[in-house]
């Protein structure tokens, strides 16, 4: 055998080797006069112009290369990092510490088990989650979180988090949504006869068809099961034909979708192909602008609208300035962008509380949530968390159009408004429970 | 004989596994490594160790009626989830909308692999009447078949997307994965399971080293070669091809209950083609019909993740961010995992081990290697 096949084996083996050594944990530490305990430091965070300040590292969990959803959730990690970057680039939290997310991102593939094991893996090194994306994945995750007090920011508008104690959550949820939307179709055609739900399995989509049919149900309008569509993301059903064979057997005058944008744009080209003509109206993570350069581009652009729970790129308010600012020329991919940003503002606020009080671990992060004011800079009024959930929750949506002319692909039809039964509806638990 | 190594005087010497000196003295170095290395690892690492103990079980299984026996499976992930969801029902937490039985480990983990072997058992004919891709295509039909029972039986497994906890880890009515203390040592629940992962490894690997070096191993490796030759001079085909599934099911059900509690929480879609190709995988990089092969092939493919996070602090266009840099190492972590598949097949078909046989060889024969 030659002696350099050899000599390449070797080092080959002995990288190995040191590569493992080389992987430390990062501990907690104590930061003066205020206590912390698992993933806050008092040394700068790797890179940090702000040599002075701690570190609290925040984890991510998002769907980065195989889910139904990355094609979102890539932009709205990076408007998470900018939302820190710019905080970190001002007084940081109290003037102490930057945040940091990069360092424990990780990816779930939209899949609860490898969400569970990420979650394990990043457990001992992080103060929070500054974004956990996917209702059922973030449920999975939840009996973890309990024992641990690690409060999370979901990247899920589940109706559940309402009466939660570990997320603080942002906007209205996807069962007001869908009646929001119903109630807007409503006023803005006509009162449907045949109304449709098509939705992903679990607390996403669950919980809009949950929507819809309370929207059937305080509406007076037939809800058939028949009328009620489970389908799966392409990945696992290979197509939506399936639901799009139910759409054109029942041919309702609305469909309301829950599922992921390329299914989304899938079920309105075939079926809109197949000579329907009712409408669709969408859930916020059903739009994805690069479906426009798809086939089904013209029927979506006719046939349909989504509901979303902030204004879009471009809005007139002191958060998309700043995220205006933020990007200088380059702009985002999409409106998981806008998301990401909006949702990191409870965190922001939390964290302040806890260092202000002196005490930044877990536990007291924990506690302080029902303490906290969220300023979110004009993109949603002030909330707080301490309350029942019929007054808390926020019901208002906007209803939006797919439009190529507009920077990131969408355009506002209506600005925030509570449609009458989302306002009426007695909120005592979640829509669709787990 | 002292001075001749490798001259054996009775039959229990030369059968021994660890019949020199050197192979005993590597063992014990080996074993006293792997268990202090939990002592100098963090969590995160132990729990992947304990994770690729277990697949090795797992591929030990895979190999058995893989490599030593022929019979070409991709059904591994069926047997897996079969494994993993009977643990789940045996051990898991009552009172759950899913089924759950809160027993011990005791019963959830011999229940797993006898449920899969049994399963194992009723397939087995099937290969006795078919061969290579044949064989191959209706294994994997068991795959599809399965996946569409994960998925409809939602008061086992939670549904698709939704998911369920794994089995508990009670031992004798005691829950054994929280953090303990023991004398003045902290030992947390990642300790345990690897302790656990490596003696359930340690076991089944040496017994499925006897099964293959006893008389049903040298059948499977006749039924493999030369199958009408064997059944020609009285090796049943039916017989061993019902062993060798069965014995592979079994491992394959401990691996897919153990594998489970790992991160406690399983979703039906993960039992699933790409699953059996992961396990393939680790038979064919590592070595087929081998038992060194099974766990070197583990080891790569459920440590490469690992490996490929560290890379960004070494190599600089590839970043651990979500964009950025020429390649992410989300999107490394799955292109490697082909491209090793394709170079050892191509270049080193006995695998990691063939490798390893080399790198020994050559100092073996040190100083006088060429």
Partial sequence: MRVGKLWRLTAGFAAFVVVFAGCASEGGGGGGDIATDVGVTSEPCPGSDNQDRGCIYLGVLSDLTEGPFRALAVPLTEGQKAFW???????????????????????????PQEHVAKLREILPNVLALAQSLGTPMTIAGKDLMDENDLVAVPASWWSGWSFEDLVIESGHNYCFEAMNGLDWFAEEYAKPDAIMAVHYPGDYGGDSAAGVAKWA?????????????????????????????????????????????????????????????????????????????????????????????????????????????????????????????????????????????????????????????????????????????????????????????????????????????????????????? | MRGRRALHTSYASDQAPLNTPAKRLWFAALVVGLVLFPAFATN?????????????????????????????????????????????????????????????????????????????????????????????????????????VFRETRFITGGVGTGRSAARLTFMGERFDRRTALGGLEVTREMKLYFLALVVLLILALLSHNLTRSAIGRAFAAVRDRDIAAEVMGVGLLRHKVIAFGVSSFYAGIAGALLATITGFIEPGTYNLLLSVQYLAMVLIGGVATLSGSLFGAGLVILLPRLVQELPRFVPFITGQSTGGLITTFQLQTLLYGVFIVVFVVLEPRGLFGLWVRVRNYWRAWPFSY
């Fill in chain 2, 44 to 148: 995160e690492l132990t729990a992947l160790f304990a994770t690729a103990f277990i697949a090795a079980v797992g591929a030990i299984g895979l190999n058995v009626v893989t490599g030593y026996a022929g019979q070409v499976s991709l059904g591994h992930a069926f047997f897996l989830g079969v494994g993993a969801y009977t643990a789940a029902v045996l051990g898991g937490e009552p009172g759950r909308p899913v089924l759950g039985f809160g027993l011990d480990i005791w019963v959830w983990l011999p229940g797993a692999g006898l449920a899969a072997a049994l399963i194992g058992l009723v397939v087995a004919p099937l290969a006795a009447r078919l061969k290579g891709l044949y064989l191959a295509i209706v294994t994997l039909g068991l795959v599809f078949v399965g996946e569409h």
């Fill in chain 1, 217 to 434: 149900e305080a509406n007076d309008v037939d809800f058939p099961s028949g009328n009620n569509v489970q389908t799966l993301p392409n990945a696992q059903a290979g197509n939506q034909d399936q639901a799009v064979g139910a759409i054109l057997r029942v041919r309702p005058d609305v469909v309301v979708l829950a599922t992921g944008p390329a299914e989304a744009a899938e079920i309105i080209g075939k079926t809109a192909a197949q000579g329907f003509e009712g409408r669709f109206v969408g859930a916020g993570p059903t739009y994805n602008p690069a479906v426009l350069q798809s086939e089904a581009a013209p029927a979506i652009n006719s046939l349909y609208n989504f509901t979303g729970p902030w204004a879009p790129w471009g809005a007139d308010t002191g958060a998309h300035k700043a995220m205006e600012e933020a990007v200088g020329d380059e702009l985002p991919a999409n409106e998981g962008f806008t998301s990401g940003w909006i949702w990191s503002y409870p965190m922001k606020a939390l964290l302040e509380k806890a260092v202000a009080d002196g005490e930044l671990t877990r536990a007291s992060l924990r506690e302080n949530i029902d303490q906290i004011t969220v300023d979110y800079e004009g993109a949603l009024p002030r909330r707080n968390y301490s309350g029942d959930a019929d007054n808390l929750a926020f019901r208002e949506s906007v209803i939006g159009k797919p439009d190529e002319e507009a920077p990131l692909g969408s355009s506002l039809l209506r600005d925030f408004a509570v449609g009458p039964t989302a306002r009426d509806h007695d909120f005592t638990e979640a829509c669709q429970a787990v």
């Fill in chain 1, 85 to 111: 970057e710019r905080v970190n680039s001002g007084d940081g939290i109290g003037g102490r510490y930057d945040v940091n997310i990069t360092t424990y991102t990780r990816d779930n593939k939209y899949n």
